[in-house]
């Protein structure tokens, strides 16, 4: 008598038993993998080469001590998924777990379906980052994570990411009780940040700081004794009278002993009465209009369009993106030809006019401007950029201290030959908005306080001929299903036999 285990029955049972008990294998091995990854993250490790996904040593440190908690709201474009970004946000968040006084949220949100959530944060535009903590908040744009070349037809193209660095130095600044001051300086009827004049006001200048985590207050230097201690830059926007002497000694000693940091806007037409503390940082501005001849370079508002740069952080967007600046009356500003170029001073021209431009020396006498030789500015031989004419300039000074070998960062300067590039009427032009804030950030130090790599973007791209798209479009319409078809008939045909 044949054995029970041995019926049609009891087989069909013991394949059933065995099909549960491998799904339920499978799925307590999905499970157990879903849980370790859930409650111990820290058991990753990162097999890339250059370890492109694991976050640097200086981050993780100071991510172990933040001392408060950040959120950070990302605004992303459904079109541009850049997983670079969420991947190292996903890093942020997983590092900062075992500190339950500085952990960091990251929140997703859409604009346009979300408008009651975006605008009481002040997000109105996708690709945008902000980082809050408490009281304390600051924006930038997902581009300025990325390193930007142009191809050969002309698009930019992001060759490196740069989040890393950035991230963690607004999560540093954020994160940090104190913000950083700004003053911007009065009594010589400068514009003024409280104003919303559209041609007089900064009041837009004051908000994009103060979204950025700035305080920003004023600074009469006709009534102050010194500039205030922890002053982390010092702002003039078209002052209408000259500095006295005294102010000037006041700005040389804080951007000479201090280290200080100093924007200025000089409008044309105007004594700013600062020829010595510019000739010390190695920069000339010069008492004249620039007046352009090429209809390129006029807005039909007669605003002067300016799109030559040299490379520098504070320009790098405006090459990166080709935007351009719109400048209403701008005088010429270049490096001083006869500066000394010892003492670790380096003067840069860091935008310029067309080729077609020069300096009005005569302005204030004639309705129609021209072009007389040797009287009215024209480039000068061997100077930087070539057949151009300066509108803005940078000066820094870097020292080596006697016993270190290393260089300790000065005083920074920047120039603008315009007096209304920030006023409101203008401010909303990306390329103006763009080189103010890159030259705060440049000035206060947010773009070299770490020393964090870029990473490499990898791309791959399949190069296929019009005939191989030809055999692959057959293999995907033919051979496949063939090879299926003669799987089954084998099937079939073992069965029957």
Aim: hydrophobic share 40%; net charge neutral.
């Amino acid at each position: 008598m044949p054995s029970p285990l041995q019926s049609f029955r009891a087989v069909r049972w013991l394949r059933t038993l065995n099909l549960v008990l491998q799904a339920l294998l499978v799925l307590t091995l999905f499970g157990g993998l879903n849980y370790l990854a859930r409650n111990h993250p820290e058991w990753r490790k990162d097999l890339t080469n250059d370890r492109r996904f694991s976050l640097s040593p200086e981050t993780l440190s100071y991510l172990k001590n933040l001392p408060r908690p950040v959120r950070i709201v990302v605004t992303l474009n459904a079109d541009t998924p850049n997983p670079e970004l969420r991947g190292l946000l996903q890093e942020y968040r997983l590092a900062t777990e075992a500190n339950p006084n500085g952990a960091i949220k990251i929140d997703y949100l859409d604009v346009y379906q979300n408008r009651r959530e975006a605008e009481p944060l002040g997000l109105d535009q996708p690709d945008v980052i902000l980082l809050l903590a408490g009281d304390q908040r600051t924006a930038l744009a997902v581009d300025d994570l990325y390193r930007i070349t142009r191809d050969k037809d002309g698009k930019p193209v992001r060759t490196a990411f740069l989040g890393e660095k950035e991230l963690t130095a607004r999560l540093l600044d954020v994160s940090s009780p104190e913000r950083k001051k700004i003053y911007f300086l009065a009594g010589h009827g400068e514009l003024r940040p409280e104003d919303t004049d559209a041609n007089r006001g900064l009041s837009l200048v004051r908000e994009q700081l103060r979204i950025r985590n700035f305080d920003v207050e004023s600074l009469d230097l006709t009534v102050a004794r010194s500039v205030p201690e922890k002053t982390a830059l010092l702002i003039a926007v078209a002052p209408q009278a000259p500095y006295s002497a005294k102010e000037q000694e006041l700005l040389r000693h804080y951007l000479s002993n201090s280290a200080g940091r100093l924007l200025l806007f000089l409008a044309p037409g105007t004594k700013h009465g600062l020829e010595d503390l510019l000739l010390d940082w190695g920069t000339l501005v010069d008492d004249d209009v620039i007046y352009d001849t090429g209809a390129e370079n006029i807005t039909e508002d007669g605003e002067l369009i300016i799109g030559a740069f040299q490379p520098h952080p504070i320009t790098q967007t405006l090459l990166n993106f080709g935007v351009a600046l719109r400048l209403g009356a701008t005088r010429s500003v270049r490096p001083d030809p006869g500066r000394s170029l010892g003492g670790g001073l380096t003067t840069l021209t860091l935008a310029a006019s067309s080729k077609t431009a020069w300096g009005e020396r005569s302005y204030r006498d004639r309705v129609i401007p021209r072009y007389d030789p040797g009287v009215d500015i024209r480039p000068l031989p061997g100077m930087e950029p070539k057949d151009r004419l300066g509108v803005i300039t940078a000066a820094e000074r870097v020292a080596v201290r006697e016993g270190l070998n290393f260089s300790v960062r000065g005083g920074r300067l920047v120039v603008f030959g315009s007096g209304d590039l920030i006023a409101n009427a203008r401010i909303a032009n990306v390329g103006n908005q763009s080189v103010f804030l890159n030259a705060v950030n440049w000035t206060v130090d947010r773009d070299t306080q770490l020393n964090i790599p870029a990473r490499p973007i990898e791309r791959f791209q399949l190069s296929l001929s019009a005939g191989d798209l030809a055999k692959l479009r057959y293999a995907l319409l033919f051979a496949l299903p063939g090879l299926a078809a003669l799987l089954g008939l084998a099937v079939y045909w073992t069965r029957r036999h």
